[in-house]
């Protein structure tokens, strides 16, 4: 099967293209030809080795896998002998690792339910990563509660579009931080208050509020206090890219030290790819409370251009690879 591969750490002329091996089916797993998958910052920070000190989990001097890209849609084109909740033509989605390529084998108990069918294999191949992070950062971390007041700084990408509309399905008063073109767009995705952040500054406002999501870290603890209640949550999903050697890390490490001795919570976290919180926005897509929003799609012999353009940090919405 083709799919993309990588031997080095690199830019995106690093990623090419190729050959190999068909993945094996297990007796529990299915066979799902892979239609769409997306590609999230994780991808570019394991493409290029960066920061240093995530190369302890990447592989010190090569990556330790050749391949790459965990969201997925597709059709089930093949069952293991043990299968019962899936049949060879089944659409379905889910988060895999290894999927920029054609076929990918998931276990039948892990992270792969059936595809809503009012969304494309492009929408439901865009979820995992960036839609799990919404999802667990508001509801997990930050313990966001209907009629709270929350603030999504970061709001136009991949995670900020699935966060303002999860939010909104928790019941939450939304005000979402976008840069002045995007403004529009975040407000039709359901934001209560948009706050345009090349024009104002969001940690001046007279509003508090009870959880911030700081998708872009944007902002220093001090900066997001004042606009904290007192028992409020600051959950950091993203930060600038950083130095070489700590990258986002170096402003969590800033964050955490700032904030200690305060009765608000600071939270970072990885988002965990479960079948639990699958099943969830399987949900919520199919009652059309979230509703996946795609900026660029390309084909995946054209993942390094992907890649590029994800690298520029300003994609609107998720950027997809079609196979
Ligand atoms: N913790 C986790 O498990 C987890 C999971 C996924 C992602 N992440 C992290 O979350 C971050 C975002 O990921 P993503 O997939 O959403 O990336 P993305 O799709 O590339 O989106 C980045 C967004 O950030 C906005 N942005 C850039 N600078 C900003 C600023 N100063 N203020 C407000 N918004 C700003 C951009 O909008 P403009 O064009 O308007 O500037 C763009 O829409 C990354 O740092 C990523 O590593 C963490």
Same mark, same amino acid.
């Given at each position: 099967?083709?799919?993309?591969?990588?031997?080095?750490?690199?830019?995106?002329?690093?990623?090419?293209?190729?050959?190999?091996?068909?993945?094996?089916?297990?007796?529990?797993?299915?066979?799902?030809?892979?239609?769409?998958?997306?590609?999230?910052?994780?991808?570019?920070?394991?493409?290029?080795? *960066?920061?240093?000190?995530?190369?302890?989990?990447?592989?010190?001097?090569?990556?330790?896998?050749?391949?790459?890209?965990?969201?997925? $849609?597709?059709?089930?084109?093949?069952?293991?002998?043990?299968?019962?909740?899936?049949?060879?033509?089944?659409?379905?989605?889910?988060?895999?690792?290894?999927?920029?390529?054609?076929?990918?084998?998931?276990?039948? $108990?892990?992270?792969?339910?059936?595809?809503?069918?009012?969304? *494309?294999?492009? +929408?439901?191949?865009?979820?995992?990563?960036?839609?799990? *992070?919404?999802? +667990?950062?508001?509801?997990?971390?930050?313990?966001?509660?209907?009629? +709270?007041?929350?603030?999504?700084?970061?709001?136009?990408?991949?995670?900020?579009?699935?966060?303002? +509309?999860?939010?909104?399905?928790?019941?939450?008063?939304?005000?979402?931080?976008?840069?002045?073109?995007?403004?529009?767009?975040?407000?039709?995705?359901?934001?209560?208050?948009?706050?345009?952040?090349?024009?104002?500054?969001?940690?001046?406002?007279?509003?508090?509020?009870?959880?911030?999501?700081?998708?872009?870290?944007?902002?220093?603890?001090?900066?997001?206090?004042?606009?904290?209640?007192?028992?409020?949550?600051?959950?950091?999903?993203?930060?600038?890219?950083?130095?070489?050697?700590?990258?986002?890390?170096?402003?969590?490490?800033?964050?955490?030290?700032?904030?200690?001795?305060?009765?608000?919570?600071?939270?970072?976290?990885?988002?965990?790819?479960?079948?639990?919180?699958?099943?969830?926005?399987?949900?919520?897509?199919?009652?059309?409370?979230? *509703?996946?929003?795609?900026?660029?799609?390309?084909?995946?012999?054209?993942?390094?251009?992907?890649?590029?353009?994800?690298?520029?940090?300003?994609?609107?919405?998720?950027?997809?690879?079609?196979?």
């Amino acid at each position: 099967m083709k799919a993309i591969v990588r031997t080095k750490y690199g830019s995106p002329e690093v990623l090419s293209l190729e050959e190999i091996e068909t993945p094996t089916l297990t007796d529990d797993g299915v066979l799902v030809r892979v239609h769409a998958t997306s590609v999230n910052p994780a991808e570019w920070y394991g493409m290029m080795g *960066t920061p240093l000190i995530a190369r302890m989990a990447f592989g010190l001097r090569k990556p330790k896998t050749k391949t790459m890209g965990v969201d997925f $849609a597709g059709t089930v084109a093949e069952v293991g002998k043990n299968v019962t909740r899936f049949h060879v033509g089944d659409e379905v989605f889910g988060g895999r690792d290894g999927v920029f390529a054609e076929y990918v084998v998931v276990g039948e $108990a892990k992270a792969v339910l059936p595809k809503p069918a009012n969304v *494309t294999m492009e +929408q439901a191949g865009s979820v995992a990563i960036a839609a799990f *992070t919404a999802l +667990q950062g508001l509801r997990d971390k930050g313990k966001l509660q209907s009629g +709270q007041q929350v603030l999504i700084n970061g709001a136009s990408g991949g995670v900020g579009t699935f966060a303002v +509309q999860i939010a909104k399905w928790l019941g939450a008063e939304v005000t979402a931080v976008c840069s002045t073109r995007n403004v529009e767009h975040v407000r039709a995705l359901g934001a209560d208050h948009v706050i345009d952040y090349k024009r104002d500054d969001f940690t001046r406002s007279d509003r508090r509020y009870d959880l911030i999501l700081d998708v872009a870290g944007s902002r220093s603890w001090r900066e997001c206090r004042r606009i904290l209640n007192k028992k409020a949550r600051l959950v950091i999903v993203g930060a600038p890219k950083g130095n070489r050697l700590l990258g986002p890390v170096s402003h969590m490490l800033k964050t955490r030290l700032a904030s200690v001795g305060s009765r608000r919570k600071l939270v970072f976290f990885v988002a965990k790819i479960q079948k639990e919180d699958l099943a969830v926005l399987a949900d919520l897509m199919a009652t059309g409370s979230v *509703t996946p929003v795609i900026d660029r799609t390309y084909t995946l012999a054209d993942a390094a251009d992907a890649m590029r353009y994800l690298g520029e940090g300003h994609a609107q919405g998720k950027i997809v690879l079609t196979i």
